[in-house]
């Protein structure tokens, strides 16, 4: 029985490495797996969730609206790349690490800086973000105000996700990796 079942779970890996080396990435190819589904509530107040978004594919990014230099340039560089005359079928979900303070109106107002693109703002609860942030190895931490007030910053790390329309995370993209990389991959992945 242990036999067979490493035998059929070798076989599944070697398919899907095979499947992966078949396409060409210029971001981080990942084995194909599905992406950890998650339910956060969108800028326009509904639920959005992750499993929903199948037949689209969907750039994932982690970030706050207070950002003054990566989120804001990794935004800018993804409305660009996946404007819907290049890039239809196409969804940019951009998680607030910053729950409370991006409320879905915050988040709504926004994401409206970023003109092109389907962009959804998504916030939740602090407990909602942090198992999204565990689910997708994402790293933040709010820094002290130096003046001793309620103006944080925060850390965190600055990864784009790209899932395919089946849903599987396939690549991962660093917010200084250049425009036409992100392109690339998404044309990949929408001809795949």
Sequence with gaps: MIRRFVLVFA???LASCAQAAALHFDGVALPPAPAPNFTLTSDTGAPWTLAAQHGKVVALFFGFTRCTDTCPATLAKLAAVLRPDRAAGVEIAFVTIDPARD?????????????????VGLTGTPAQIAAVERDYHVWSKPLPDPAGGTNYDEAHSAFTFLIDRNGNW???HNDDDAQRDYAA???TLLQS
Aim: proline share 4%; glycine share 4%; aromatic share 8%.
């Design 11 to 13: 076989s599944a890996l």
């Design 103 to 119: 409320t879905p109106a915050v988040m709504h107002a926004y994401i409206q800086r970023f003109s092109g693109a389907k962009i």
């Design 170 to 172: 396939r690549v991962i």
């Design 185 to 187: 991959d998404v044309r």
